[in-house]
């Protein structure tokens, strides 16, 4: 994976977070009042843009917004952060994509997402922005976006030197023509878990580290090279699907006050780091680091830590 630098290149979703903090969730039926409420930008796509070029990557950032006040206030955002917004399609017949949330004291959420225009960008309007696929240093993909769409980018992708990384979530039945395509595959465990049912239409015996070791082959299996399972305060493991081998990369210990945004800050790291030249198992250790950083804040977007703030946490805790 050594190439010139160049844009980290990611394609997705962007939402207009409506968070509501409060003890505990809801049980069915109940209302639970003495909430706080906050507003957040977010989106899966989005946020990865803001972890991404604020650890330095020149980020461009593809997504189909609404006409309307949500979508102003999404790509100003994310054009003051210094993200490529050129590409960002606008519509006028559907509404900026919004998601409400409910999170507890510990930071846990549940999340209900109306996508609306996301998911409406159109395979066509992909091939239309071809050269920019082709010409980047890498192609992150989420699931917040129509399947059909999803495999064009990845064939698009494929005719370039680019490095294609796929986060499957919202997980859902994926085409075996999109994950033959990819390098990189970012699931979290019950994703891994879901992703091998789909794949093998089974379950697995197997407990523990075993269990995500035997997951994880069956995507190598396809051609797909490294297997990121990330595993919340646990940590992650990377299966290296060339030399048969994994790595376990803990997290730090914080205390989580918003767990929202935690798993696209790591992806948007991961990436930004990359597209440095960085080996895969170094940019895993980084990008750890600054999920574990964003955990400690409220809000998606808001939460996603600068490059010198994850240099000061690495410095502390003897990362190297």
Known sequence: MNKNPAYVLIIGSSNMDLNIYSKRFPDLGETITGGTFKQFLGGKGANQSVAAVRTGANTVFIGKIGVDPFGDQMISSLTKEGINTDYIIRDPDEHSGVAFILINQ???????????????????????NANV??????????????????????????????????????????L?????????????EGELYRLYSFLTNKEISEEGTQKIVKASKALTNL????????????????????????????????????????????????????????????????????????????GAQDSMPYLNEIEEKMKELNIV
Do not use: H, W
């Open 223 to 298: 051609g797909i090279k490294y297997v990121i399972t990330t595993l919340g305060s646990r940590g992650s493991i990377i299966y290296l699907g060339p030399e048969d081998r994994i790595i376990e990369v803990p997290t730090p210990k914080v205390n989580a006050v918003d767990t929202v945004g935690a798993g696209d800050c790591f992806i948007g790291v991961l990436a930004s780091f990359l597209s440095k030249g960085e080996k895969i198992t170094k940019a895993v250790k980084i990008a750890t680091i600054a999920a574990s950083i964003a955990v400690t804040r409220k």
């Open 133 to 174: 696929i082709k010409n980047s240093y890498c192609v992150v993909v989420q699931m917040e976006i129509p399947m059909v769409s999803i495999k064009e980018i990845f064939d698009i992708a494929s005719e370039g030197d680019v490095i294609k990384i796929l986060n499957p979530a919202p997980l859902k039945p994926i």
């Open 106 to 128: 510990n930071g846990d959420n549940k999340i209900s997402v109306a996508p609306g225009a996301n998911f409406k960008l159109t395979a066509e309007e992909i091939k239309s």
């Open 176 to 188: 075996l023509e999109i994950l033959e395509k990819i390098d990189i595959i970012i699931p979290n």
